[in-house]
């Protein structure tokens, strides 16, 4: 019995060394803030519609349409080495993206919790 605790302990453990490695993070409008300033090599990738960026969109964004045809070709074209910023409309489609890019490999990626719509909020 006292082993098969050990084991479970040993198992969470493990488990949460592997959380602190994955590429993915999700970090609030404040906290993308700070990370943009803090890094101008920073790509930010709207995955908005295109009538969702008409009505705008950050600063030196590439839009990548999540419910494109190509969205998966698109997202394969950029570098997997680089750090991203990923948003969307309120942050689900974002999340999900970063899912699909570290699935792909990508190294450092960011979702930001609350998307566009908070942006805007807190300008």
């Known amino acids: 019995m006292k082993s098969f605790f050990l084991g479970i302990v040993l198992l969470i453990g493990i488990s949460a060394c592997n959380q602190t490695n994955k590429p993915l993070k999700t970090i609030s409008v404040s906290q993308a803030k700070k990370l943009i300033s803090d890094h101008p090599e920073l790509i930010i990738v709207d995955v908005r519609s295109p009538d969702e960026t008409v009505d705008g ?46 699935d792909m490999g990508f190294k450092d990626i960011y979702s930001m919790d609350g998307g566009y719509l908070e942006w805007m909020e807190e300008k």
Not at 66 to 71: A, I, K, L, R, S
Not at 78 to 95: A, E, I, M, P, Q
């Open 57 to 102: 969109k950050l600063a030196n964004a590439i839009e990548i349409d999540y419910y494109g045809d190509d969205f998966d070709q698109n997202l394969a074209k950029l570098d997997t080495l680089k750090k991203y910023l990923v948003y969307c409309r309120s942050g689900k489609r974002s999340l999900k993206s970063c899912v699909t890019m570290a």
